[in-house]
């Protein structure tokens, strides 16, 4: 498995008091997930509460002004980008990483932007998740190793971030689920088991998908999504 938790930039201010752990809170709609982490990281840090919804993470960040928010990307009620506009002005010293399934360009850029500190995937494993909350409540910049490629890409300007979010804005979530996976090679019967949707509901999606991308196939979807670094 590749590292993760490797510092891209270094920067900030240092921590108050960096012999105390640092403070947690855990933001994703699934409650098993968040179990499983909280298992993993708590006593290294200190886990202060969680929060299922965009809603309940800015009432918890306000609430407990922890150093670091464990942010997934898509949550209920607006996405993990909304948590952090909301929170931005009212918790300033709070630092946000992003804790996400999604490996997808638009996504960790997208995020980053949004003002995250870091951006790992889930396939982290406990030890490198509390370095890099600790990397990243000292200020550092913490990205899995390939998703820092895409950083990198898109300030020098390989990636057209703007032409990306414009195309990208056209799709609701659920078809940008969809996409993803039809783009990789899923056949419809695999997507609706992916997504846990019927059959005839993705291939609603994907036509839906097609038409606002002015796409006329599959094939033609695939070399889109990959000339956009989506897969």
Do not use: C, N
Request: hydrophobic residues 45%; negative net charge.
């Amino acid at each position: 498995m590749a590292q993760h938790g490797i510092p891209a930039t270094a920067g900030g201010t240092t921590r108050p008091d960096p012999t105390r752990p640092v403070s947690v809170v855990i933001v994703d709609d699934h409650a098993m997930f968040r179990t499983g982490v909280r298992a993993e990281i708590e006593g290294r840090v200190r886990v202060l509460g969680e929060a299922a919804d965009v809603d309940e993470a800015v009432e918890a960040v306000q609430r407990l002004r922890p150093e670091v928010v464990l942010l997934d990307v898509h949550l209920p009620g607006g996405g993990g980008g909304e948590v952090m506009r909301r929170i931005a002005s009212r918790v300033p010293e709070t630092r946000f990483l992003a804790l996400s399934v999604s490996d997808a360009a638009e996504d960790v850029i997208g995020t980053i932007r949004a003002g995250a500190r870091g951006y790992v995937t889930k396939t982290i494993t406990g030890p490198e998740l509390v370095d890099a909350i600790g990397r990243v409540a000292e200020g550092d910049a913490v990205f899995s190793p390939r998703l820092a490629g895409f950083v990198l890409d898109a300030f020098a300007g390989s990636i057209a971030v703007a032409q990306v979010d414009e195309d990208l804005d056209r799709l609701s979530e659920r078809e940008r689920e969809v996409m993803r996976l039809i783009a990789r090679g899923y056949a419809y019967k695999e997507v609706a088991s992916e997504l846990f949707i019927s059959v005839k509901t993705v291939e609603t999606h994907v036509s839906s998908v097609l038409r606002k991308l002015q796409l006329s196939s599959r094939h033609e979807l695939t070399r889109w999504a990959t000339d956009r670094r989506l897969l």
